[in-house]
């Protein structure tokens, strides 16, 4: 298994302009989610998912959105970048059946600087 | 409002020695209690995790403890090692009733700094 996977690992854009960032699982895990980690700040939830068509808002929802058409796939999408989401977002995925499983598995991340 | 408060902010230990980072929590509903490890440039990694119904978890030199009075919960690192040089994030979250949660809450993170 690959696990969880991000794409880009890299990504630089300007002020206004609209990306995708991409997230991937193959575990077959129904929750998925998404966190912002700045420094001295933790990580914080952005929005989450509990299954392919079932999304919701987390502690940091402004400025993006998010869709779950699969269960494989989690895309986050910026609508209109400030350098205010200039940030790590990691995305993160968990199984939801298994008795006493409760852990969330995350990527490698995607850095993102908003110029 | 911060739901998770962490300390310290760094920590500083010479090899050998125990590393002990503290967290506290305002949500009395909150169940399930993670310690994630991050490296740099790689993602959290869950190290060890307690529910409330026990007052210590002990995974080979990681500890947790838990005092569901006071709200608190600390991990001890024993014979810490440079190899253990990392941030460690303490998170809450409330497992539904479906057995899974998928919406922790972050402590600000421990820089830990093991010295040779």
């Known amino acids: 298994n690959a696990g969880v996977t991000q794409t880009p690992k890299f990504q630089v854009l300007k002020t206004g302009q609209s990306m995708t960032l991409q997230c991937a699982q193959d575990?077959?895990?129904?929750?998925m989610s998404w966190y912002r980690q700045d420094p001295g700040m933790g990580l914080r939830l952005i929005h989450y998912s509990v299954g392919a068509g079932i999304t919701d808002q987390g502690e940091v929802p402004n400025g993006y959105n998010v869709s779950r058409s699969t269960t494989e796939d989690f895309p986050l999408r910026l609508l209109s970048a400030a350098p205010s989401q200039t940030s790590v977002y990691f995305c993160a995925s968990s199984y939801s059946r298994l008795p006493g499983v409760y852990e969330q598995y995350f990527g490698p991340g995607t850095r993102l600087t908003v110029t | 409002q911060q739901q998770v408060k962490q300390s310290p902010q760094s920590l500083i230990v010479q090899k050998g020695g125990i590393s002990i980072i503290n967290c506290a929590y305002e949500n009395t509903a909150f169940d399930y209690f993670p310690w994630y490890q991050q490296f740099p440039g790689k993602g959290p990694a869950l190290l060890i995790a307690?529910?409330?119904?026990?007052s210590e978890k002990k995974e080979g030199r990681f500890t947790i403890s838990f005092n569901k009075s006071a709200k608190q919960f600390s991990l001890h690192i024993m014979d810490s090692q440079p190899g253990d040089s990392a941030t460690y994030f303490c998170?809450?979250?409330?497992?539904?009733?479906?057995?899974?949660?998928?919406?922790?809450?972050f402590g600000k993170g421990t820089l830990l700094t093991v010295n040779p």
């Open positions: 575990m077959n895990h129904e929750y």
């Open positions: 307690i529910r409330p119904d026990v």
């Open positions: 998170a809450a979250s409330i497992v539904n009733s479906g057995g899974s949660n998928y919406k922790l809450t």
